[in-house]
């Protein structure tokens, strides 16, 4: 039969705005996050991290927010282009087990001209 | 800089063929991670190695999959027999220690008829 897919919750902005992704992760007890990039046909790719005794992490056009008290992590992108179009995901972990990822789902942030 | 290296970067088969994929981690980098996206249940680490060893394999689907590290150069994932329901993009990753993040290649896109 025909499998059905996820669908990916998609945020739509125009170029030059700020975006916005959130993503509610499931483990308290995970004490590592990051951000990856999707692009289409490519791996994910590093955007920021951010460890459990922080609760904001700045880097270039990007800040990652973390909310311990509702697990909930959102990731900021200033000035939004073109070039930021992909899927983002959050994934968690703990900080000894840097690469025994959990990801979220996903979204695709679509960037208009 | 060369990142993760994985090949092939495609591979169409038919369903009980013996299918290798292959991983080439970023060179130092001691932990080694194979993981699977697809779309119904999104990025999925199978299994991940620490200095060549298999550290957690509890996310490999069942006995058809298996992964070997020989050396800290490279690793590979072998599905044997392969199932229609194999078809997804496999990824491996590498991070320097466990307290960083992992590093991704642009994976195999891997098709079962």
């Known amino acids: 039969g025909e499998s059905v897919g996820l669908h990916l919750p998609t945020l739509s902005v125009q170029e030059g705005d700020n975006s916005i992704i959130n993503c509610a992760y499931s483990?308290?007890?995970?004490?590592?996050f990051i951000w990856y990039k999707q692009e289409s046909g490519k791996g994910p790719q590093f955007i920021i991290d951010i460890r459990s005794n922080m609760d904001k992490r700045q880097g270039q056009r990007v800040t990652v927010l973390l909310n311990k008290t509702v697990k909930h992590l959102s990731l900021q992108i200033a000035a939004t282009q073109p070039g930021d179009s992909a899927v983002y995901f959050c994934?968690?972990?703990?900080?000894?087990?840097?690469?025994?990822?959990?990801f979220g789902q996903g979204t695709e942030l679509s960037v208009k001209p | 800089d060369a990142g993760v290296i994985q090949s092939p970067r495609h591979e169409v088969t038919e369903m009980g063929q013996e299918v290798t994929l292959r991983c080439k981690p970023i060179s130092g980098h001691n932990s080694l991670f194979w993981y699977r996206q697809t779309m119904m249940r999104g990025l999925e680490l199978l299994i991940y190695?620490?200095?060549?060893?298999?550290?957690?394999d509890s996310g490999m689907p069942e006995d058809r999959f298996s992964a070997k590290m020989p050396n800290a150069s490279f690793s590979t994932l072998k599905i044997q027999p392969s199932e229609p329901r194999d078809s997804a993009v496999y990824f491996c990753?590498?991070?320097?220690?466990?307290?960083?993040?992992?590093?991704f290649g642009d994976g195999t896109r891997l098709s079962i008829l």
């Open positions: 483990n308290s007890a995970s004490d590592y």
């Open positions: 994934a968690e972990t703990f900080y000894n087990q840097g690469g025994k990822l959990i």
């Open positions: 990753a590498s991070s320097q220690t466990r307290d960083s993040y992992p590093h």
């Open positions: 190695f620490n200095n060549n060893v298999p550290i957690d």
